[in-house]
């Protein structure tokens, strides 16, 4: 079967990083998305990897080992209005997006 | 950001009734997709369209059924709705898998009773 895994919560301080991790096993892989989702909106597009390393855009950066079958989402200088969820998703081999169930990240003063 | 809109955003019906949901987008996107969102689930397929009367299964397709008569128009019907149906739906629509990324709805929140 197919699967992504992801912690399910995280908690982290304001100023602060923070690292969602995210494992996959899946009919084959054409690349890996993160988005972003607050509580009672609708998921918005943050990354795409498809090939193997890191992909910086601005205070968020992706990570991706295909061999490992991992990913990660780096969140620095972290601020309150990051508090949300963060969906990981795979395009398998047949490009239907396999999604895990998220990872709710609160922040702290 | 893309257009893509949704209707209703909130519906609260009975079980044995039928509900319709809509899609609208103006990007032009050949693809389109519902999804249903359920607490400790990820996002789950229920139908997508690859073009106009295009469609196929997606992995909770049970209970569902969707028409595309429209590039911009995406239906997603209950014929007759039952509790277990009760989430939020969301609408996705994008280019294709060259582009990847996919663009959501609002969300549609339904209530069977």
């Known amino acids: 079967g197919q699967n992504i895994d992801q912690p399910t919560e995280m908690t982290a301080t304001e100023g602060a990083i923070v690292q969602i991790n995210c494992t996959y096993q899946t009919s084959g892989f054409n690349g890996l998305f993160w988005y972003q989702q607050h509580a009672g909106e609708a998921p918005t597009f943050l990354s795409y990897?498809?090939l193997d390393g890191l992909e910086e855009k601005g205070r968020f950066s992706s990570f991706l080992s295909r061999s490992k079958g991992y990913s990660y989402l780096l969140l620095k200088e972290l601020q309150m209005k990051d508090s949300a969820s963060y969906l990981c998703?795979?395009?398998?081999?047949?490009?239907?997006?396999?999604w895990g169930a998220g990872t709710k990240l609160i922040i702290k003063p | 950001d893309a257009g893509i809109t949704q209707s209703p955003r909130h519906k609260v019906t009975e079980t044995g009734t039928p509900v319709t949901l809509r899609c609208h987008q103006t990007?032009?996107?050949?693809?389109m997709y519902w999804y249903r969102q359920d607490p400790g689930h990820g996002l789950r397929l229920i139908h997508y369209?690859?073009?106009?009367?295009?469609?196929d299964k997606g992995e909770v397709s049970d209970g569902y059924s969707v028409s595309r008569s429209k590039t911009e128009d995406f239906l997603l019907t209950l014929e007759s709705a039952t509790s277990s149906q009760t989430s939020v739906y969301f609408c996705?629509?994008?280019?294709?898998?060259?582009?990847?990324?996919?663009?959501f709805g609002e969300g549609s929140r339904l209530t069977v009773l």
């Open positions: 369209s690859y073009g106009v009367k295009d469609t």
């Open positions: 990897n498809v």
């Open positions: 990007e032009n996107h050949r693809y």
């Open positions: 998703a795979v395009w398998d081999s047949n490009y239907q997006l396999i």
């Open positions: 996705a629509s994008g280019q294709g898998s060259d582009t990847g990324e996919l663009f």
